[in-house]
T-cell receptor, first 114, second 115 residues
């Protein structure tokens, strides 16, 4: 168990809908990262938050947004969903003040858009 | 731009065979970090090793060993005496030295260890 909690584990929704994925980082970790794993794109970095502030953006679509709350949990919002958004979404966290240590990944949320 | 290549899409071996997973990376940074992660059938990503660009010593951890060669931009992973439980997808990743764990992952190598 990595200590990173993601909910829900599975989500099935229709095209055009909006969903929210939730992530609780390990206790004490200030950074939260979101990744998308799909068959065609592989594992891609989406966005990084540190202590409530956005630090870096990767290949995140404009239809997607994220935030990190004062209690450090994070939410990834996906809107106007398309079939191609079906993927496994991972959240990861890392300790404060330590760049380039390993990131600890949650179990992922499997999103299926039908 | 950073890039990680894992040329082997799938490998099958019989239990107790040794197997090497290849990883080749591209970066213009002089300081960088390389990682290997394992994704078993259950789906989670499990950290295996981290190596920085200044440390070219090979590392051994039990049945696992890693060979980092800066001259060829490679960071290969060998499993000795493979076991069925080693069956998983293995990812090599490169991190940005300034943005921490914003990993660039390779496409992964699916390893099947047959009994």
């Amino acid at each position: 168990d990595s200590g990173v909690t993601q909910t829900p584990k599975h989500l099935i929704t229709a095209t055009g809908q909006r969903v929210t994925l939730r992530c609780s980082p390990r206790s004490g970790d200030l950074s939260v990262y979101w990744y998308q794993q799909s068959l065609d794109q592989g594992l891609q970095f989406l966005i990084h938050y540190y202590n409530g502030e956005e630090r870096a953006k990767g290949n995140i679509l404009e239809r997607f947004s994220a935030q990190q709350f004062p209690d450090l949990h994070s939410e990834l919002n996906l809107s106007s969903l398309e079939l191609g958004d079906s993927a496994l979404y991972f959240c990861a966290s890392s300790p404060p003040g330590q760049l380039n240590t390993e990131a600890f990944f949650g179990q992922g949320t499997r999103l299926t858009v039908v | 731009a950073q890039k990680v290549t894992q040329a082997q899409t799938e490998i099958s071996v019989v239990e107790k065979e040794d197997v090497t997973l290849d990883c080749v990376y591209e970066t213009r940074d002089t300081t960088y970090y390389l990682f290997w992660y394992k994704q078993p059938p259950s789906g989670e990503l499990v950290f295996l090793i981290r190596r920085n660009s200044f440390d070219e010593q090979n590392e051994i951890s039990g049945r696992y060993s890693w060979n980092f060669q800066k001259s060829t931009s490679s960071f290969n992973f060998t499993i000795t005496a493979s076991q069925v439980v080693d069956s998983a997808v293995y990812f090599c990743a490169l991190s940005d030295p300034f943005y921490g764990q914003n990993f660039v992952f390779g496409p992964g190598t699916r390893l099947s260890v047959l009994p």
